[in-house]
Nanobody, 117 residues
Framework: QVQLVESGGGLVQAGGSLRLSCAAS????????MGWYRQAPGKQRELVAS???????NYADSVKGRFTISAMNAAQIAYLQMNSLKPGDTAVYYC???????????WGQGTQVTVSS
């Protein structure tokens, strides 16, 4: 049973920083990509950032220059460093990992990020 466990969410003032972590357990397979998504109340889940096994990163325009995604492939851990946070970044943040051999997606349970003005 593969589990993705997110941590690092919380309440922060605008302009502050948070670092989210996503750790995979129970997996004997490698992932070809990991990513972070977020969902605000009343809105659809959206991609925040993703990173391939080769280290190629992709960001939503709204977070470029403020957020940085990184991953440790061997340890199957992904991070999202979030700087200069804005109230509009408030959402539940979900980690996703894509299994290499069949592109099956695993999802974490989500972690709340709240940015106060």
């Amino acid at each position: 049973q593969v589990q993705l466990v997110e941590s690092g969410g919380g309440l922060v003032q605008a302009g502050g920083s948070l670092r989210l972590s996503c750790a995979a357990s129970g997996s004997i397979f490698s992932f070809n990509a990991m990513g972070w998504y977020r969902q605000a109340p009343g809105k659809q889940r959206e991609l925040v950032a993703s990173i391939t096994r080769a280290g190629k990163a992709n960001y939503a325009d709204s977070v470029k220059g403020r957020f940085t995604i990184s991953a440790m492939n061997a340890a199957q851990i992904a991070y999202l460093q979030m700087n200069s946070l804005k109230p509009g970044d408030t959402a539940v943040y979900y980690c996703k990992a894509t299994r290499m051999f069949d592109n099956y997606d695993y999802w974490g349970q989500g972690t709340q990020v709240t940015v106060s003005s």
